[in-house]
């Protein structure tokens, strides 16, 4: 087999743009499963509901699908918080959450599709703008907005996530909260609302996850299916609870799954990627970035 570098190159530089969003969209689930051992199965559910809602207010408003996904992230935030909410005084206060809080994440990925389902239809949903369509060129690599874009804005908002993380009282305690609750107490601070506040900063990754998807490609409502484990691999692979190493791991995530969509057909592309997650489980599972145990 003839390899042709520029392809190669193409590949490469696609798969970074793609690792970018994925990153954005394992974020959320970083903070739900990584920080607040909250799994939430129905993360991608939520991201593809919201590209749902911001398509139809840039249609109904003629707003920038860029700024329909902002006025869309502040009720999924809130949503999120109300969830949480219900979620802690029915499974987590009792000790449930194990197993009942997965199987209440489960359900709800399926009533989130049946809800997209009855009010949408079964059609596919995507947003028009001036970044759909064109190209930038550097030289022989060629990157289509509808990528560049989103990546962009993916990495924006990682950075901004990852300042608040570091930078701020609640940031802290919300890196804090699954590790030494008692001494957050002991503060002063209550975990029961940092954990709020957290899930609801999940919702809104989701949220913005969700606009950058749409803009990438055409969604239907049971779009979210197809990243359900890619996400939870990608937050494994960088360490759980770690941003950087979200980061990283869905970059990784990106660039194999388009170099080996280029060599060796897209078939291959699941069993070699995932593959990196067994190797990854067998060989360090703490991941990348992740502290030791």
């Given at each position: 087999m003839?390899?042709?570098?520029?392809?190669?190159?193409?590949?490469?530089?696609?798969?970074?743009l793609?690792?970018?969003?994925?990153?954005?969209?394992?974020?959320?689930?970083?903070?739900?499963?990584?920080?607040?051992?909250?799994?939430?199965?129905?993360h991608?559910a939520?991201?593809?509901?919201?590209a749902?809602?911001?398509?139809?207010?840039?249609?109904?408003t003629?707003?920038?699908?860029?700024?329909?996904?902002?006025?869309?992230?502040?009720?999924?935030?809130?949503?999120?918080?109300?969830?949480?909410?219900?979620?802690?005084?029915?499974?987590?206060?009792?000790?449930?959450?194990?197993?009942?809080?997965?199987?209440?994440?489960?359900?709800?990925?399926?009533?989130?599709?049946?809800?997209?389902?009855?009010?949408?239809?079964?059609?596919?949903?995507?947003?028009?703008?001036?970044?759909?369509?064109?190209?930038?060129?550097?030289?022989?690599?060629?990157?289509?907005?509808?990528?560049?874009?989103p990546?962009?804005?993916?990495l924006?908002?990682?950075?901004?996530?990852?300042?608040?993380?570091?930078?701020?009282?609640?940031?802290?305690?919300?890196?804090?909260?699954?590790?030494d609750?008692?001494?957050?107490?002991?503060?002063?601070?209550?975990?029961v609302?940092?954990?709020?506040?957290?899930?609801a900063?999940?919702?809104?990754?989701a949220?913005?996850?969700?606009?950058?998807?749409?803009?990438?490609?055409?969604?239907?409502?049971?779009?979210?299916?197809?990243?359900?484990?890619?996400?939870?691999?990608?937050?494994?692979?960088?360490?759980?609870?770690?941003?950087?190493?979200?980061?990283?791991?869905?970059?990784?995530?990106?660039?194999?799954?388009d170099?080996?969509?280029t060599?060796?057909?897209?078939?291959?592309?699941?069993?070699v990627?995932?593959?990196?997650?067994l190797?990854?489980?067998?060989?360090?599972?703490?991941?990348?970035?992740?502290a030791?145990?």
């Open positions: 003839t390899l042709n570098p520029v392809l190669l190159l193409n590949a490469l530089a696609s798969g970074l793609l690792g970018a969003f994925y990153a954005l969209a394992a974020s959320g689930l970083a903070v739900a499963f990584g920080l607040l051992d909250v799994v939430n199965i129905a991608p939520v991201m593809v509901a919201a749902f809602a911001a398509s139809a207010f840039s249609d109904a003629r707003l920038d699908p860029a700024l329909s996904t902002l006025m869309v992230a502040a009720p999924f935030a809130f949503a999120g918080a109300v969830l949480y909410r219900g979620y802690y005084f029915v499974f987590e206060r009792r000790g449930d959450e194990a197993i009942r809080g997965l199987a209440f994440f489960f359900g709800l990925m399926f009533l989130v599709e049946t809800a997209l389902l009855m009010i949408w239809g079964a059609d596919q949903r995507f947003v028009e703008a001036p970044y759909t369509s064109g190209v930038v060129s550097l030289g022989r690599v060629d990157l289509p907005l509808r990528m560049v874009v990546a962009a804005a993916s924006a908002t990682l950075a901004a996530v990852f300042v608040f993380l570091k930078a701020s009282f609640l940031g802290r305690a919300i890196a804090a909260v699954s590790q609750r008692e001494a957050l107490r002991l503060m002063a601070v209550d975990p609302r940092v954990k709020t506040v957290a899930f900063l999940s919702f809104a990754l949220a913005l996850a969700g606009g950058a998807l749409i803009v990438i490609q055409p969604v239907n409502a049971a779009s979210g299916r197809i990243f359900i484990g890619r996400l939870f691999a990608i937050v494994i692979i960088g360490g759980l609870g770690s941003l950087p190493g979200t980061l990283v791991a869905g970059l990784l995530f990106g660039v194999i799954e170099m080996t969509a060599l060796f057909g897209p078939s291959w592309t699941p069993a990627a995932f593959g990196l997650l190797g990854f489980l067998a060989l360090r599972p703490r991941g990348l970035f992740g030791e145990a």
